[in-house]
């Protein structure tokens, strides 16, 4: 079984591609992400952000996580979660998001 990480999951279909509008400091952390996450690359810069914002106010809270610079693998178990179950209800729990990188990994095979 292979996964690919659907942008329509964020966004409405026909959307994936989209720039969105975004402020200049939020732009330029989309432009960082998709250098991060490889596995993004075909999304746009609109689902980019609404999966990034849904990620910071759902996991933590927050309306944009500015602070993690580095990969954080617990943003594609994020948007794996999203995708195969929906809505997130875990605030938090990064233990569960941890877990869930084994199974997208071994789902794209690397």
């Given at each position: 079984?292979?996964?690919?990480?659907?942008?329509?999951?964020?966004?409405?279909?026909?959307?994936?591609?989209?720039?969105?509008?975004?402020?200049?400091?939020f732009k330029n952390h989309i432009?960082?992400?998709?250098?991060?996450?490889?596995?993004?690359?075909?999304w746009g810069e609109l689902a980019?952000?609404?999966?990034?914002?849904?990620?910071?106010?759902?996991?933590?809270?927050?309306?944009?996580?500015d602070w993690l610079d580095d990969?954080?693998?617990?943003?594609?178990?994020?948007?794996?979660?999203?995708?195969?179950?929906?809505?997130?209800?875990?605030?938090?729990?990064?233990?569960?998001?941890?877990?869930?990188?084994?199974?997208?990994?071994?789902?794209?095979?690397?």
């Amino acid at each position: 079984m292979s996964i690919k990480f659907e942008a329509s999951t964020f966004i409405q279909k026909g959307d994936e591609n989209s720039e969105g509008e975004w402020p200049v400091e939020f732009k330029n952390h989309i432009g960082q992400l998709r250098v991060i996450y490889p596995e993004l690359e075909t999304w746009g810069e609109l689902a980019i952000g609404t999966a990034w914002g849904d990620f910071s106010q759902d996991v933590f809270q927050i309306t944009w996580v500015d602070w993690l610079d580095d990969r954080a693998n617990e943003f594609l178990s994020y948007c794996y979660y999203r995708q195969v179950v929906g809505k997130w209800i875990y605030t938090d729990d990064f233990s569960r998001l941890e877990s869930l990188e084994v199974k997208w990994i071994r789902m794209i095979g690397k």
